[in-house]
């Protein structure tokens, strides 16, 4: 069984910057892919970023230019390095990894305001 901790979010003023971690254990193998989606309130969930093993990446236009995914693959980890943020990029966070099944983290709360 695969999981996921989630850590790096909180509030930010816009503009600024907030790094997030997704850290996988338990039994893992064949790890394709992990990313991040994001839902706020009312909206429907949206796919961030995602970056496979072999390190191709993938953002919404959204966050295109602003966001950055990164993976340490010794350590099982994800990061969402997320730079210049709007007040629209409120939501909760959620990790996933796809391996043999698809695992998602419990989510972190990410607030833009000032």
């Known amino acids: 069984q695969v999981q996921l901790v989630e850590s790096g979010g909180g509030l930010v003023q816009p503009g600024g910057s907030l790094r997030l971690s997704c850290a996988a254990s338990?039994?893992?193998?064949?790890?394709?892919?992990m990313g991040w989606y994001r839902q706020a309130p009312g909206n429907q969930r949206e796919l961030v970023a995602f970056?496979?093993?072999?390190?191709?990446?993938n953002y919404s236009d959204a966050v295109k230019g602003r966001f950055t995914i990164s993976r340490d693959n010794a350590k099982n980890t994800v990061y969402l390095q997320m730079n210049s943020l709007k007040p629209e990029d409120t939501a909760v966070y959620r990790c996933?990894?796809?391996?043999?099944?698809?695992?998602w983290g419990e989510g972190t709360q990410v607030t833009v305001s000032s």
């Open positions: 338990g039994s893992i193998a064949s790890i394709s892919a």
């Open positions: 996933y990894l796809v391996a043999r099944s698809l695992t």
């Open positions: 970056i496979t093993t072999g390190g191709s990446t």
